[in-house]
C-alpha cells in the first residue's frame, strides 16, 4: 500500500524512464522486471508503489505554495518547513467568483467592501508532506508566490 497514491497508468507511461532507473537502483534488471509482472503481480504492484510514493516525496518536498479557490473564496496557503501560512480573501454575496481570473484582478485593484482579506498560520497536524497530499487530493493545486505576495499586499492597506 502506497503512502500517498498510485501512479496512474499514463503517469507512469511518462515516467517509463525514470522507473526504469528506480528498477536498476533496486538491481532488478528488464528481463526480470518482464517476470515478476508475469509472475508475481503482488511484487510488481509493491515495485509501483515503491515507485509512486519516491515521485510523490519528490513534488511534495518542492512545493514552497498551494491554492484553493471556490466561488466565494481564495485560499494562498504557503508551505514552510514546520507550519503553513495563510493568506485569504472570501466572501458571502453571491455577485463574487473568485474562480473567475478577471474578478481576480479586479478585486486586487479594488476590493468589493464585502470581501474579508486575513491571514493565519498553523502547524501541521501530520508530517508536512502528507498534509499537502491530502491539499492536493482536495482540489489544491501547485502556485507560486505571485498571489500570496499581492494577498499580502491588499492586508497592509
Request: proline share 3%; hydrophobic share 45%; with cysteine.
Amino acid at each position: 500500500m502506497p503512502k500517498y497514491r498510485l501512479l496512474s497508468s499514463d503517469e507512469l507511461q511518462a515516467m517509463e524512464k525514470e522507473f526504469i532507473e528506480f528498477l536498476i537502483l533496486n538491481g532488478i534488471t528488464a528481463d526480470e522486471w518482464k517476470k515478476i509482472i508475469a509472475e508475481d503481480t503482488e511484487k510488481a504492484e509493491r515495485f509501483v508503489a515503491l515507485f509512486s510514493d519516491v515521485v510523490w516525496e519528490g513534488i511534495l518536498r518542492k512545493i514552497k505554495f498551494l491554492e484553493m479557490r471556490g466561488n466565494n473564496f481564495l485560499h494562498i496557503y504557503q508551505c514552510l518547513a514546520q507550519e503553513l501560512v495563510l493568506v485569504a480573501m472570501e466572501c458571502e454575496d453571491e455577485g463574487v467568483n473568485f474562480l473567475n481570473p478577471d474578478f481576480i484582478k479586479s478585486a486586487m485593484l479594488t476590493p468589493p467592501e464585502k470581501i474579508n482579506v486575513y491571514t493565519s498560520t498553523r502547524q501541521y497536524k501530520d508530517s508536512r508532506e502528507v498534509e499537502l497530499f491530502d491539499f492536493l487530493q482536495k482540489g489544491a493545486i501547485i502556485a507560486d508566490d505571485r498571489l500570496f505576495k499581492i494577498l499580502c499586499l491588499q492586508l497592509q492597506k
